[in-house]
């Protein structure tokens, strides 16, 4: 027969057994995953989404994170995409055997696109700021942080036929499927305001001779050319407008465009506009103190859409708080209902389709290098 005192530590370890069963499934670390080119042309792009990332994720460590009554710490799990579809298939492969809880990329539409179904395949929700307005219809988990494609295509449309006044667009895309939905997109809002359209082409994306479509755009006596086109192409295209004599007609750019580059070169007299779903950060009320912190951490300026990676840790680890889970499954589904913290652009709040709610897109006039901002979509 066993003693009381043997009877009672029995029981004190039944109970430690059944509560410590019964405590959080809260990791020490939290690991959230970039992936986006930070390596190739659009390096620049993507290191800028890596540092705001990084500096959300200083600020929470150091202030502090509870999950389910337990303190985290975040952890960064870096991915080069090298802005091509192999090497962003490869990265999601890294990050989903790395077990991440969610991964804020990619930078490219096609590349978001490819990688879908391997977040997916894992239940782990995938943040980017692609635009190609079907990439939330591939997964469950798939969210967008800007405005899409479609939203894009609108402003771009509204803003040739109400801002400028537009009588006669030329429309020119590249042969991507970035460039071709979105110009289809803009030649029906055009047309569908009665706006005419005697050009609209696609262009390989190697094209950097425009002497035949510029030829076009001349004889049918076009006022502005809307351009879905990249540096590359843009900048080349500009130049034989120029060289036609036609530097009268305005330019309609999309957010390919938006690069120093641009900004700086010989621009159209009637000026080049180009219309973005990432808007700048001295378009928020919030954004000025955090260009102040993002430069003190990483001694420049941020590139374009940093603030969008920041406030989607934000978004994240909020989301995570208030569900009081990391399980990628319940993150999913919590930031289609959670209304969490977004400290600089204030609207990220998603449907249950993954889209924004309510973001905008801006209008940015190329003027003395910079871009000026001309017109939000949600204010027009």
Known sequence: MHSPNFARLALAALITTVLAGCGSSVPDV??????QPLSGPSANRGKDLLDGAKLAVAEINIRGLKIDGKRVTLELVEADDKGEV????????????????????????HITEATAPIYASASI????????????????????????DGVQAQAISSFAQD?????????????????????????????????????????????KDFAPL??????????????????NQLLPLMAELKKAG??????????????????????????????????DTRDFPAGEAFRDRFRKEFKADPVAAAHYAYDAVYVLTDTMRLKRSVDPKVVAEGLKTASPTSIVTGFMRFDAQGEQ?????????????????????DRW
């Open 30 to 35: 939290i690991k959230i995953g970039v992936a």
């Open 86 to 109: 192999d090497g962003g298939k490869a990265a999601a492969q890294q990050l989903v055997e790395a077990k991440v809880h969610a991964v804020i990329g990619h930078l490219h539409s």
């Open 125 to 148: 929700p995938q943040l980017f700021t692609s635009s190609a307005k079907n990439l939330t219809q591939l997964s469950a988990s798939a969210f967008r942080l800007n405005a899409s």
């Open 163 to 207: 801002n400028l006044r537009a009588a006669t667009v030329a429309v020119v895309a590249e042969d991507t499927g970035y460039g071709k939905p979105l110009s289809e997109d803009v030649v029906a809002g055009l047309k569908k305001a009665k706006v005419e359209v005697p050009v609209a082409e696609i262009v390989g994306a190697k094209v």
């Open 214 to 231: 510029v030829a076009k755009i001349g004889a049918a006596k076009v006022d502005t050319v809307v351009a879905i086109l990249r540096e």
């Open 246 to 279: 036609l530097d009268e007609v305005r330019i309609v750019a999309s957010s390919t465009a938006k690069t120093t580059p641009v900004a700086k070169a010989e621009l159209p007299a009637k000026g080049l506009f180009v219309a973005t779903p990432a808007l």
């Open 357 to 377: 709610r309510s973001a905008p897109v801006a209008v940015y006039r190329a003027r003395g290098g910079s871009f000026e901002m001309q017109a939000r979509s």
